[in-house]
């Protein structure tokens, strides 16, 4: 694999795919596939999508008691709608309680039971509501869900409300159970809610949430802390087999300690388990000096244990009884960038061995301290992570802690590093990574290492929240190296399986922290990350103005590869904005780049980059000059080892000679273009020459013939989850179909075609688009909307320069004439 070259691995299904920078073009009707905007992009498999979800956590081993509360839940299951709700709303099970009360064990637990009634999968997240660390942001967890749901990457639109949106719309026809574990506000759920009443939510949150009961009609569920023949049953449950004699006033006595709450109880019981000849008295007895040292300390001064002090107080027993390896382990872990963490981080925090590390975390996951949530992994209560963050403050130098977050985020970084080669092939720009932090203790820090991209892949979407906290983290403790090589090793990883926005907060800190470093390069890198970033949320404008800063920072530090990166994405994004002249410029500077650095695989990509831009432009002359240099194109790449490369100029160079009007000859192209991805297995690039092919043969008057090939790219393309493309296919569909005298399927396609290109913001294919429709709207005998539409076509047209932009007003008013209009 050359140096710098990167690969494709998000593709929902199991075959060769291109990631989200695809652009349609303009006056050619071409569809460009790829931007080369971080390194040409290969095309490898990729691990299916899930469609069926089973995101339920574990079930609690002995859950027992809550049959008045699971009862009222299962009320929800009959027919009849609760008071509050309508029949056929949604169903919202709200389960409400104070901090260690089992909210959340309850939750899972019934969700396990009822869970048969919701074919369609599960969904589950901890929102983190109440957690030390920030909340889940409800965009990702929107995110993650229309990913579970087998939405393609593509179709996920960013921001909170069209998310909801879609999020809704997915879930209407299906049966799905959505647990909302630890919501802080009734804000924090809305968004994640179905619209249907096929589907049902469960919600566990400290607040009553009184708005969600009265707009929604949430069933609420208030659970209370046990009662104590209910706090000794479950005491009883967890001490089965381990001790036998222990006396029902003595347990009564150590329920009353730990107030009751199931948290603490099973705590207290793990304890007493595992200490079977210890007499409960003794226990009792710590638990009571425990608790009025906890007394002295509290700030209410009262001396009367409420239930938090309750459960601090069986903290900081449980915690005092460790050894003082696992002491330390569990304190360091309340440092992690998040709740959740793998033996292996935590075995970098501490500087152990993994297998050390598991070996603590067994011990934290047997007393309750912690809870396994996956192979090799493990997440806090929120109350603990709490409470560990505070022993870190106290048992921790701030040397120390620093020294401890260095080596847990330098484990993350070398990491990502592994995995983005492992995923994504080697990232084109040189990273010296920060060194992971030397240590004087007994181990040094592994990171991980990864034998293939389908590991690599699952690694960093298991990390992903903890890599983002980690920019965050590293960036407020001034270790401004690790904050921007994160997100700048990972680029390749971001921009193939994650919706722009997803890293965009993190890779603007990146920005900071590159500055704050006084790094000149690590500036040029950042911006060029946020530079891809920005075009693939289509905000052109500060797209075009990073580019163009990394640009001037690669210059000025004399590094040519990163010049012809920064150039060609700059090319990329003036294409887009129909600056074709500065287009062409960008693609001629980024050409002669990779001529100088001798790869012929950038050669042949930024050769056809630039014979695409002239096929755009849409001046004659240019025509001539775009056929030599896609021939040239199609030939360097024939020789890369590349096909799907050698497709796409393939594929443009049909679109040249079916402008050229050698509609024979084109054919014969886009017929080897789509031999070749066939032959590749590249579904997404045989979409490409089908709809080539489409308007070949609609050029041709074989409409009939034309619609079947566009129907199969359609498909393709929203396997490939490129619901622009498919829009493309639509569009040209609505043509065909006209052409045949079927006005009114024509409108319908053409209006679906514009519903996309306007939600995306790509004005140029959305006023191309409404003239096709206000031509079928005036045959199919509307001219009054045709006539809305063709002024709405001109509008957006008006801000456009260049002669495909005066050609198509032209157009537009010739054919008003024509029609009166």
Not at 164 to 192: I, K, W
Not at 240 to 253: F, N
Not at 570 to 596: K, T, Y
Not at 761 to 789: F, H, I, V, Y
Request: net charge negative; charged share 25%.
């Amino acid at each position: 694999m050359t140096q710098g070259l990167s690969r494709h691995d998000h593709d929902p299904a199991p075959e060769p795919k291109v990631r989200n920078t695809i652009s349609r073009s303009s006056d050619s009707g071409v569809v460009q596939a790829r931007d080369i905007g971080g390194g040409v992009h290969f095309h490898t498999p990729a691990p299916a999508s899930v469609l069926r979800p089973a995101q339920l956590p574990g079930d609690l081993r002995g859950f027992v008691n809550r049959t008045d509360e699971v009862r009222r839940l299962d009320s929800l299951l009959e027919d009849a709608s609760t008071p509050a709700q309508g029949r056929g709303a949604l169903r919202i099970a709200l389960v409400v309680g104070t901090p260690g009360v089992g909210k959340s064990s309850l939750a899972v637990h019934w969700a396990h039971r009822i869970r048969n009634r919701f074919p369609d999968g599960q969904l589950y997240v901890n929102l983190h509501g109440y957690d030390p660390g920030p909340q889940v942001a409800v965009t990702d967890v929107l995110g993650r869900f229309l990913r579970a749901l087998d939405v393609p990457l593509d179709r996920i639109p960013t921001g909170e409300e069209p998310r909801a949106e879609l999020f809704r719309s997915v879930t209407a026809d299906r049966h799905v159970l959505v647990v909302l574990d630890n919501a802080a506000g009734v804000g924090d759920v809305r968004p994640l809610l179905p619209g249907s009443a096929n589907c049902l939510v469960a919600i566990t949150s400290r607040t009553r949430m009184s708005g969600l009961v009265i707009r929604e009609g949430a069933h609420r569920v208030s659970v209370e802390t046990l009662s104590p023949a209910e706090s000794v049953r479950l005491l009883r449950t967890v001490i089965a087999g381990h001790r036998a004699d222990d006396d029902e006033t003595e347990l009564v006595e150590v329920a009353l300690l730990c107030a009751r709450l199931p948290l603490a109880l099973r705590i207290v019981a793990e304890r007493a388990a595992a200490r079977p000849h210890m007499p409960l008295r003794d226990l009792i007895t710590e638990l009571r000096d425990e608790s009025g040292i906890w007394d002295t300390l509290s700030v209410s001064g009262e001396g009367e244990a409420d239930e938090a002090d309750a459960v601090r107080t069986v903290f900081a027993w449980s915690y005092r009884a460790l050894s003082p390896p696992v002491a330390r382990m569990f304190h360091l872990l309340g440092l992690h960038p998040g709740p959740e963490f793998s033996v292996e981080a935590a075995a970098a925090l501490a500087a152990i061995t993994p297998v050390r590390a598991r070996r603590y975390l067994d011990v934290l996951t047997g007393a309750h301290l912690l809870e396994e949530c996956g192979h090799d992994r493990y997440q806090f209560h929120d109350l603990l992570r709490a409470y560990a963050t505070d022993q870190a403050r106290q048992a921790e130098s701030e040397d120390g802690r620093k020294e401890a977050l260095r080596r847990v985020l330098g484990w993350y970084l070398h990491s990502a590093a592994a995995a983005a080669r492992a995923g994504s092939a080697a990232y084109g720009m040189t990273l010296d990574l920060e060194p992971l932090a030397s240590e004087t203790l007994d181990e040094q820090v592994e990171t991980a290492e990864f034998d293939e991209a389908k590991a690599a892949i699952a690694w960093y979407e298991a990390e992903r929240d903890n890599l983002i906290s980690s920019v965050r983290i590293a960036d407020s403790h001034g270790m401004h190296r690790i904050a921007w090589q994160i997100p700048a090793t990972l680029t390749m990883l971001i921009a193939d399986r994650e919706p722009a926005d997803t890293w965009l907060p993190a890779q603007r800190q990146a920005l900071y922290s590159a500055r704050a470093a006084g790094d000149r390069y690590a500036e040029a890198i950042t911006l060029d990350n946020l530079g891809i970033a920005y075009r693939h949320l289509y905000r052109l404008t500060e797209a075009d103005a990073c580019f163009a800063a990394a640009l001037a920072a690669f210059r000025e530090l004399g590094n040519t590869f990163g010049q012809a990166r920064a150039a060609n994405g700059l090319g990329v994004v003036r294409l887009f904005a129909h600056r074709f002249h500065e287009a062409e410029s960008c693609f001629e500077q980024a050409l002669e780049q990779a001529v100088e650095l001798g790869d012929p695989l950038y050669v042949g990509a930024f050769t056809r980059n630039l014979g695409w831009a002239l096929l755009e432009h849409g001046v004659p002359a240019g025509l001539d000059r775009a056929e030599e240099l896609l021939n040239r194109s199609a030939a360097v790449l024939a020789e890369t080892n590349e096909p799907l490369e050698q497709a796409e100029a393939l594929t443009l160079l049909a679109s040249v000679h079916r402008q050229a009007g050698r509609h024979a000859s084109a054919q014969e192209t886009v017929e080897r273009a789509l031999s070749i991805a066939g032959a590749a297995d590249g579904k997404l690039f045989e979409g490409l020459a089908l709809l080539e092919l489409g308007r070949i043969l609609l050029a041709r008057e074989q409409e009939s013939e034309a619609l079947g090939h566009l129907q199969q790219a359609a498909a393709l393309f929203l396997r490939a989850g490129r619901l622009d493309l498919q829009a493309a296919a639509w569009d040209t569909t609505g043509e065909a179909y006209l052409s045949l005298g079927r006005a009114e399927n024509a409108v319908a396609f053409h209006r679906q075609a514009i519903t996309v290109f306007r939600g995306k913001g790509d004005q140029w294919s959305q006023a191309l688009a409404l003239a096709r429709l206000a031509t079928a709207l005036t045959m199919g005998g509307s001219p009054g909307e045709a006539r809305e539409r063709r002024a709405e076509a001109l509008e957006l047209l008006a801000s456009f320069p260049g002669p495909a932009a005066r050609a198509r007003r032209s157009e537009i008013e010739a054919q008003a004439e024509a029609f009166g209009s």
